[in-house]
């Protein structure tokens, strides 16, 4: 069983979110998948700078989507 982890980075002050963007490769198991979601969730955050986030009030929300068949 392998899982995609999808991102989705929203503002919310603009309540809007840009189209969720798959991470791949598949991680083999929900545990390494969520641990990526959390780094990468605070890689975007670390990339967008604290003034963009402030402003913006920038949330980045994941998850792990079971890929059956994979």
Same mark, same amino acid.
């Given at each position: 069983?392998?899982?995609? *982890?999808? !991102?989705? !980075?929203? $503002? $919310? !002050?603009?309540?809007?979110?840009?189209?969720?963007?798959? !991470?791949?490769? *598949? +991680? @083999? #198991? +929900? @545990?390494?998948?969520?641990?990526?979601? +959390? *780094? #990468? $969730?605070l890689t975007v955050t670390r990339e *967008?700078?604290?003034? =963009?986030?402030?402003?913006? =009030?920038?949330?980045? %929300?994941?998850?792990? =989507?079971?890929? %059956?068949?994979?």
């Amino acid at each position: 069983m392998k899982f995609l *982890l999808v !991102i989705t !980075i929203c $503002s $919310s !002050i603009y309540q809007t979110c840009m189209p969720p963007a798959e !991470i791949y490769p *598949l +991680y @083999n #198991n +929900y @545990n390494d998948c969520t641990t990526a979601g +959390y *780094l #990468n $969730s605070l890689t975007v955050t670390r990339e *967008l700078g604290p003034k =963009r986030v402030e402003a913006d =009030r920038v949330t980045v %929300h994941f998850e792990c =989507r079971q890929m %059956h068949g994979a």
